[in-house]
């Protein structure tokens, strides 16, 4: 498709005039009732039928049939919050240099209008899949009242493409996340005489088994299972030999183990009581005889793992994160994308959809 053809263009501007009004419209998770309400609003303008659970809006293809194989296009539309070092207004759509800056233009605006260009584009189209659209909330905090509310409002899926910067590359794995809260007890004792058990000196035994542990297993496209302490807490008292010492652990966890994998083995080499946070962000690799691994090979895609958690983590169905913008641009003062990205990112998924549609 040229980006000249009309109907092409008239779907681009669309795009662009949705992203403007999502910018300019603050969506800090939790917080997206008018970005959903935009969302909302837009399909029903372009003729769609939109189905919202709380801040979760999404939409089916017109000639949606049972019996098709379904695919889900799915990005956010919530945001972190603007960092100090922004020079523009982060609530405002600047353009300047070809380029729409604006909190949330490049995580995930750009990726989501995208998506839905690409949607309205097959929307009445007789398509041998059902598509099914999602601009869901809470990603930034992996929510529950993000995308894991709304999957049994969903048939069962053949493929998800979650919309996120990766320069329309494909993430065909990513990493999951273990937070663990660790307590090491010890024995209250004072602090001028040899008495107690020292919490603080049994969690450094601890600290220096992760400092140097490697993971036994290894995955061929996310590397190794990384472990790090990020927050050590223990002590009241100046003399007095503290009884607890509590540590977390920030585990990235590769598509090689379960997050119940993941655990074990760490309870079998550390002295601490372990509580995970949650076991819900999960780890996820595409199966290597999935079509969209050809497609993708077919049109010369660049396939790589992700140490970035999306929405994926609790998508229970085989998924890619490819999409318009740099990742490397997220969460940073004064975030942009380019208007040439937006144009290619619904060219993109345009012809990333119809590729796998002619595939057996």
Excluded at 159 to 177: C, D, F, H, S, Y
């Amino acid at each position: 498709m040229n980006y000249s053809n009309p109907s092409f263009q008239s779907l681009y501007e669309e795009a662009i005039s949705l992203l403007v009004s999502m910018i300019e419209t603050p969506s800090f998770s939790k917080e997206e009732e008018k970005t959903g309400d935009l969302i909302a609003d837009f399909l029903e303008k372009m003729g769609i039928k939109a189905h919202r659970k709380g801040n979760n809006i999404w939409a089916f293809n017109k000639l949606f049939n049972p019996i098709k194989p379904n695919i889900l296009l799915n990005s956010h539309h919530d945001t972190v919050k603007p960092n100090a070092g922004y020079t523009k207004d982060p609530f405002k759509a600047i353009i300047e240099d070809g380029r729409i800056y604006g909190l949330g233009s490049n995580d995930a605006g750009g990726c989501l209008v995208s998506l839905i260009g690409a949607f309205c584009y097959f929307y009445e189209k007789d398509i041998p899949y059902n598509l099914i659209l999602a601009a869901t909330a809470e990603e930034e905090i992996s929510g529950k009242n993000g995308v894991e509310s709304i999957l049994n409002e969903l048939p069962e899926l053949e493929l998800a493409i979650v919309g996120e910067p990766t320069l329309m590359q494909m993430a065909v794995a990513e990493k999951g996340l273990l937070v663990i809260d660790a307590t090491v007890k010890g024995k209250a004792g004072h602090a001028a005489r040899e008495e107690g058990e020292n919490a603080i000196y049994k969690a450094l035994d601890d600290l220096n088994k992760l400092r140097e542990y490697q993971f036994k297993k290894e995955s061929p496209y996310l590397g190794k299972t990384k472990v790090t302490a990020t927050i050590i807490q223990a002590g009241s008292q100046h003399n007095v030999v503290p009884d607890t010492c509590t540590y977390t652990l920030d585990v990235r966890v590769t598509d090689s183990y379960t997050l119940e994998e993941a655990l074990a083995e760490l309870k079998n080499i550390l002295k601490a009581e372990l509580n995970p946070r949650s076991l819900r962000l999960n780890s996820s690799k595409v199966p290597d005889d999935h079509k969209i691994l050809k497609v993708g090979k077919m049109l010369g895609l660049e396939t790589y793992g992700s140490p970035t958690l999306s929405d994926q983590a609790l998508i229970p169905f085989p998924s890619v994160k490819i999409g318009p913008g740099d990742s490397a641009r997220s969460h940073t003062a004064d975030e942009f994308i380019y208007f040439k990205e937006i144009q290619e990112g619904i060219q993109g998924y345009i012809t990333l959809l119809e590729n796998y549609f002619q595939l057996p």
